[in-house]
């Protein structure tokens, strides 16, 4: 028997220049479409008569990227989901994920000015549009966002066996990579406003907050943006820690005065909540 199925295209990778008089504006997104629906014959008769090639899927988002705005991910999402289900009747359900890249204006005098720009970091914007005939679901999120505090972080009072060898740590090194996915309480929404808001929340709970373990942090950091960001009905957290491990230097003569650590990426703890309304 057949069950769940879906299809679509991945990581459709689109960057739009706005060619402003003096200064010009990039984006970079990539999208990934997912169709949910009455597809079956496809898969059981080789029938594709209803089926939408994957190719379309990519030239349909190249074609709406050059026909409007993609200022925000969710709006340009939201017009993408909208596009399909009024096109395809086989189609029940749409999902649309994507990641902005950003970039950032180089500001220089010259013949370049206005039009130089570099990667402004590793990190994500995401948002996920989940549509059917009777509604649409609006995610905003971030990822690979690094922070670091190097004081005011302590994990005591653990559980130990034979196999623990973890000292407490009274006040230490607290770094973490996170991830971030919360839903909007609807669709009128002021995304980008939004989005700055929760990623702004979320660094400050971090750097106010003296933490007790990356789950106390996580705890922390979620309750504020529910708290303070109105358009926000909950929000989940993935919090990987990037471990910081003291180098012992005294065997050369030399003291470190606990200012000289390895970073450690591998392996490293990964924390998950939910915290909502």
């Known amino acids: 028997m057949l069950l769940d199925t879906a299809y679509g295209n ?12 003096g200064a010009h504006d990039l984006r970079e997104l990539a999208v990934a479409v997912c169709f ?16 939408l090639p994957i190719d379309t899927m990519k030239n349909t988002v190249y074609a709406l990227a050059a026909a409007g705005e993609i200022d925000e991910p969710e709006a340009f999402g939201m017009r993408l989901a909208e596009h399909f289900l009024d096109r395809n009747l086989k189609l029940q359900r749409v ?11 180089i500001e220089t005098a010259g013949p370049g000015a206005g039009s130089v720009f570099e990667r402004a970091s590793e990190e994500t914007r995401l948002a996920v549009i ?60 002021k995304f980008g406003e939004a989005w700055h808001a929760v990623r702004r929340t979320l660094v400050e709970a971090f750097a106010a907050h003296d933490s007790r373990s990356v789950n106390h942090t996580l705890y922390v950091m979620g309750q ?3 708290d303070a960001v109105e358009d926000v009905a909950g929000i989940h957290l993935a919090l990987s820690s990037r471990h910081h491990h003291p180098v012992d230097v005294s065997r050369f003569g030399v003291d470190s005065k606990g200012e000289i650590f390895v970073p450690a990426d591998e392996p490293h703890g990964l924390i998950e909540a939910t915290v909502s309304r």
């Open 95 to 105: 999902r649309i994920d994507l990641a902005e890249h950003p970039w950032r204006r």
């Open 10 to 21: 991945s990581r459709v990778r689109v960057m739009k220049v706005k060619r402003r008089h």
């Open 224 to 226: 504020a943006v529910v």
């Open 130 to 189: 989940t549509a059917n005939r009777q509604q649409t679901v609006v995610e905003g999120g971030l990822a690979d966002l690094t922070i670091l505090k190097s004081a005011r972080s302590s994990f005591t009072g653990f559980v130990r066996d034979e196999f623990t060898t973890l000292p407490e740590i009274e006040d230490g090194l607290l770094g973490m990579s996170v991830k971030a996915r919360w839903h909007y309480r609807h669709t009128e929404v």
């Open 36 to 51: 949910q629906g009455d597809y079956d014959e496809s898969y059981v008769a080789g029938d594709n008569s209803e089926v």
